[in-house]
């Protein structure tokens, strides 16, 4: 079992429809993060959980909306998306939010696709 | 605030060539820096890091990289590129205190047969 899990791999949904990616680590750690990667443009932050709090919301639409029920789990609940909102989508943690020598250890992220 | 800055989106080298993928830091602080590899619909994997110790830093895979201050550089080498190499690698950087790392905007390495 790798350190941090995301389900589904692949996702392909429909404009009206509501569905929600999940993560899961392994690994102990405090921190937890949600990214969006698409085609050609940086990785961008869209939240960060510590210690089950969110920290961090970088001026995500409101069609995101993560959860974060305890420190091994992290949700993104998808709803009314649009199909620019079609990317690869990963989960990362780390050992604490604030102590910066130890990075990340990324999921295998969450293809979506909106239709 | 801490930003990297990497250098050419797209590298190409011989099978068997060196390997040079560059990376240049601020930092107002001492930095940690990393390096990433993400091959196609994965997530990214690290490859090494440097957290104030060695400067010169041997990672996974045959690939190294060395933290020059003088020249606010942390660029990742190998001496001999593999058909498996081929993947896209972003450097990134944080400070003590500040868990958020910065990534740079990656490097897609391709390697020629």
């Known amino acids: 079992e790798t350190g941090v899990t995301q389900t589904p791999r692949h996702l392909v949904m429909g404009m009206t429809n509501k569905k929600s990616l999940k993560c899961e680590q392994h690994?102990?750690?405090?921190?937890m993060y949600w990214y969006k990667q698409s085609a050609k443009k940086p990785l961008e932050l869209m939240f960060v959980y510590s210690l089950e709090e969110r920290v961090e919301n970088n001026s995500v639409p409101s069609r995101f909306s993560p959860e974060c029920p305890n420190s091994s789990h992290l949700f993104l609940h998808l709803h009314t998306l649009q199909p620019e909102d079609s990317a690869l989508y990963l989960c990362?943690?780390?050992?604490?939010w604030g102590g910066g020598s130890y990075g990340y250890t990324f999921g295998s992220g969450t293809r979506l696709t909106v239709v | 605030a801490q930003s990297v800055t990497q250098l050419g989106s797209h590298v190409s080298v011989s099978e068997g060539a060196l390997v040079l993928l560059r990376c240049n830091y601020s930092s107002s602080v001492p930095p940690y820096l990393f390096w990433y590899v993400q091959y196609p619909n994965q997530g990214l994997q690290l490859l090494l890091k440097y957290t104030s110790a060695a400067t010169l830093v041997k990672g996974i895979n045959g690939f190294e990289a060395e933290f020059k201050k003088s020249e606010t550089s942390f660029h990742l080498t190998k001496p001999s590129a593999h058909m498996s190499d081929a993947a896209e690698y972003f450097c990134a950087v944080s400070v003590f205190g500040n868990e958020k790392l910065t990534f740079g905007t990656g490097t897609r390495l391709t390697i020629i047969p």
């Open positions: 990362a943690s780390s050992q604490n």
């Open positions: 690994l102990g750690h405090n921190a």
